[in-house]
């Protein structure tokens, strides 16, 4: 018996040898331009976080030093109280941002981009291949089934394995058929639909059903979700990170969309995760498993007791565990998948809601007995990412609710003692903001500018985040576990389509989606406005009017907010009167009339039409630097 073992052994350890001897570096004109453009980024982005930084603390510390002087000088009652309050708001919106600006800060001088490698020729590791399934539409489904089937990897070294956690005699049907055709096809379910912990469940039901296959587990285990389309190349891009590197348990890469609406409207694309985020952490050895796409080693697996079933995000703590199990995580920055986002925006704030509340619940990873052999570091890196999200919706939502009645008061937004301090408050915050500006202009530019500049349009999901974060909160503390999320493609709402009438439209979004709340934060904003204005136009002598508008309502960095929340919450209402006309599926498609195998074309994979219109962000930049450069010449 030992004999035997230690020959399959050195059987096996020789075809991994034999494997890695055949892994060769991409030579791609196109994605070497592309890695130089990244390299060009890694070294740019941590100069301008730490310029963003630095410039924030000159700011906020001189304007604290004003306020006190100003109060020192006699400064009471309401007006200090809205000075106080001003200065708090400014303060907690500029935190959020910072903490990105953090980990870029972090990558100083540590500009890598993980190389691109192809694994060629017939001796490959081998891989199972979970395709994680739960009620959505079938078609999709069957169209992730066929094209993973024939991806271009030796064909008795991968199986694919549908996941059913809906318990579906007709997926298990449609299953069957293919089978009929490729005999590495399974299907499996465990049974009852589950209430919660659904992927997490599914996945380790599936680490447990090819280990009862003939041949048992398989090297490696690959996970897509249901709507995720593989390229061919697949699996010969992601191994090799595997074969070169025994300190690498999971390659891991971005995700793509195909249906995203024309203009992007409501800022569904992922880049600033997949283009900006995942590179910075890939560079500090820090970069996570994003869900689906990704490759890791069965024994890794096998050694953090599978996939960790503690948190709803069960990608992100299976991404500590192997850290803390001594294992290594890559990102490989190449598009080798494309799936779909929520075609309606019931659909995406089901999305967003789930994406709060899961990386929120990654702080249990630090009630895992698993935690203890995690570093302080790894342990930081745990909390940080609940403790910086619940910060964010915490302080926005907050920011919400007190602007509205700040601006209400009338009274002004800054406090200084003299004019000498207001122009140099102003000469730091334009400092300050064109800093912040570069940094945002230059993780849009690594993005193919799908993103907003000032990192607007994300804001109208905060009051759904903030809700959801206290009902995740009040059910863990009363003992009733992790809420139950369904898939965010379930249950499409076709009554706020382009298809339905306007007054049909309006009326499902005020009441059946809850934006009459955007519709009051609006109306709260707008009166504010009008009242901080008013009260300056009240004041004795006409020569003081302008100096009086400056110091409330249009102070830049107060019209910064107002400005932006206004716009936010105009998205889901504008959305609603005008939605965009959503592609077929298959329009987005190439189809092979004879096999059915299924690409997205080139219309869906347009990087130029999903660009979003900078023209608001335009504005508030003219405005801020405008106004921002008269308050110092003349003031």
């Known amino acids: 018996m030992g004999e035997a073992a230690t020959a399959a052994a ?59 002087d100003a109060q020192a000088g006699g400064l ?91 318990v579906s005699l007709k997926v298990e049907t449609e299953v069957g058929k293919l089978r009929a055709q490729c005999k590495r096809l399974y299907y499996s379910t465990r049974g009852a639909r589950p209430k919660t912990h659904t992927k997490a469940g599914n996945l380790n039901h599936g680490l447990n059903y090819v280990a009862r296959l003939p041949g048992g587990a398989s090297d490696l ?8 389309i593989p390229s061919p190349h697949w699996l010969r891009a992601l191994v090799p990170h595997l074969l070169v590197d025994s300190r690498v348990a999971l390659a891991n890469p971005p995700q793509r969309q195909y249906n995203i609406p024309d203009g992007d409207p409501l800022s569904q694309i992922m880049d600033i995760l997949f283009d900006v985020m995942e590179p910075l952490k890939n560079a500090t050895n820090s970069a996570w498993c994003c869900g689906t796409g990704f490759i890791v ?40 998948q494309w799936g779909l986002v929520p075609s ?28 203890q052999t995690m570093t302080s570091e790894e342990r930081y890196g745990a909390i940080f990412p609940a403790f910086a999200m619940s910060l964010s919706i915490s302080i926005n939502m907050f920011a919400m609710i007190a602007f509205p009645i700040l601006l209400l008061t009338g009274a002004p937004l800054v406090a200084y003692s003299t004019t000498a301090q207001l122009r140099i408050m102003s000469v730091l915050f334009l400092i300050r903001f064109l800093a912040t500006l570069l940094y945002d202009f230059l993780g849009t530019k690594a993005a193919n500018y799908h993103l907003s500049l000032l990192g607007i349009k994300v804001g109208w999901t905060i009051p759904y985040q903030f809700m959801t974060l206290v009902r995740f909160a009040l059910s863990i503390v ?24 306007v007054p049909n439209r309006i009326k499902r979004a005020l009441w059946g989606n809850g934006f009459i709340i955007h519709v009051a934060i609006i109306a709260a904003l707008l009166n504010g406005v009008a009242a901080s204005l008013g009260a300056a136009s009240t004041t004795v002598g006409t020569s003081h009017v302008w100096s009086e508008l400056f110091i409330r309502a249009a102070w830049p960095p107060v019209f910064l907010i107002w400005s932006t929340y206004l716009y936010e919450c105009s998205i889901p209402l504008l959305y609603a009167f005008n939605p965009p006309k959503a592609m077929a599926r298959s329009a987005l498609m190439d189809r092979d009339p004879k096999t059915q195998l299924a690409y997205p074309n080139q219309r869906a994979k347009d990087q130029l039409r999903i660009r979003p219109s900078q023209t608001v962000a335009i504005a508030q930049i003219c405005y801020c630097v405008g106004v921002c450069a008269l308050a110092i010449a003349f003031s």
């Open 76 to 166: 009471s009652g309401r007006a200090l109280k809205v000075a106080w309050l001003s200065y708090a708001l400014q303060l907690g919106q500029a935190l959020p941002p910072g903490t990105t600006h953090l980990l870029a800060l972090s990558a100083m001088g540590k500009a890598k981009r993980q190389p691109l490698l192809r694994l060629d020729g017939e001796i490959t590791p081998s891989v199972d291949i979970f395709i994680t399934y739960c009620g959505e539409e079938m078609d999709v489904l069957l169209d992730t089934i066929r094209v993973t089937i024939a991806i271009d990897y030796p064909k008795d070294s991968y199986r694919v394995i549908v996941l059913d956690d809906s």
């Open 221 to 228: 285990v690959a996970v897509l979700d249901v709507d995720m």
């Open 478 to 501: 009363t003992g009733g576990g992790v809420p139950l999320f369904t898939p965010s493609g379930l249950n499409e709402d076709v009554n706020i389509g382009a298809n339905v009438t």
């Open 297 to 336: 080693r069965r024994d890794a697996l096998d050694g953090i007791a599978g996939v960790p079933e503690e948190s709803i995000n069960e990608d992100i703590l299976t991404s500590f565990f192997l850290k803390a199990a001594g294992w290594d995580i890559v990102y490989v920055h190449e598009d080798v």
């Open 344 to 371: 309606t925006i019931t659909t995406h704030l089901k999305q967003q809601k789930r994406t709060a509340a899961g990386i929120v619940s990654t702080a249990a990873v630090l009630l895992n007995p698993r935690a």
């Open 10 to 68: 050195t059987s096996n350890l020789t075809r991994w040898e034999k494997a890695a001897a055949n892994v060769r570096t991409l030579d791609d004109p196109y994605e070497k331009k592309r890695e130089q453009d990244q390299l060009q980024f890694m070294d740019r982005i941590p100069k301008a976080a730490l310029a963003s930084i630095l410039s924030s603390w000159l700011y906020f510390g001189y304007s604290l030093k004003c306020l006190l």
